[in-house]
C-alpha cells in the first residue's frame, strides 16, 4: 500500500522567514518518528529557498505557479524555475485562487500542463461552494474542473496528478465535510478518471481531502472516507497539531 500524503498549505503565512524556519524544523523533528506518511510542506515563495537548504525528510513544494518558462510576466513564478529551486510538487487551482485572483479552469489547465512538462507533481483543487451544494449540483461542479482541468493531457500524464477535494463551504469554517459525503466525491472522481486514462492505472490515483482538517478527524478520512491523504491549512502551522495528523496516517 502506498503512503498517505499530507500537505501542508501555509498559504500566507507565517511573517518572517525565521519563522517559517522554526515551524518547518519543528514538524521534521517529529516527522522523524513516522515512516508512513509522505509530507510535504507548502510555504510562500518567498520561503521556499530557506526551507529547501534545510535538509531533511520533509518535500518541498509550491503554492501556486505560472504556465509560461519565462519572460514579461511580472509577479509570476514559472514551473522551470520551481524545478530548479528543487521544488516537487505544486499546488494549482486552490479555491481561493479560483475566487479572489479569478483563475479560470482553462488557466489551470496551463499549469498543470506546465508542471508535467517540468517533472513537478500537480495538486489539482476542486471543490463546490454551499450554494452548489444545497442544490445538488457538487457532481456537475467537479466534473467540469476535472474536465477542463485536465483537457489535452495525454493518459500517462494524468496518472500523476494528485487531485484534492476541498470544498469550499468547509474551508477555514471548522465544519468538515463527513465521511460519508467525502467518500461519495472520491467514487466520483475515480469513476470519471477512470473513463480517461488506463483503467490498470486507477490504483495509481491519490485523491486528498482538504476542508478544516485537523488531528481529532484525520483518522476518520483514511478509514471511513478511505482517501489517500490530506490538504491542511490552518492546522500545518502547529507543529503539534500537524504531528497528530500525520500520526494518523
Known sequence: MSKKLIVANWKCNPLTSNEAIKIFKSIATKYKNYTKAEVVICPPDIFL????ALKNKLKVGAQNCFWEEKGAYTGEVSTVMLKNMGCQ???IGHSERRKINKETNEEINK?????LQNKLIPILCIGENREERDHELTFDIL?????????????TKIVKIVF???PIWSIGSGNSA????IKEVKNFIINLIAKKIVKENISNIKILYGGSVNGENTNAYFTEAEMNGVLVGGASLK???FAKIIKSA
Open 49 to 52: 529557498k530557506n526551507l529547501l
Open 89 to 91: 510538487f505544486v499546488i
Open 111 to 115: 499549469k498543470i500542463i506546465a508542471a
Open 143 to 155: 466534473e467540469k474542473q476535472i474536465k477542463e482541468g485536465i483537457a489535452n493531457l495525454e493518459k
Open 164 to 166: 484534492a477535494y476541498e
Open 178 to 181: 463527513n465521511p460519508k459525503q
Open 239 to 241: 507543529p503539534e497539531e
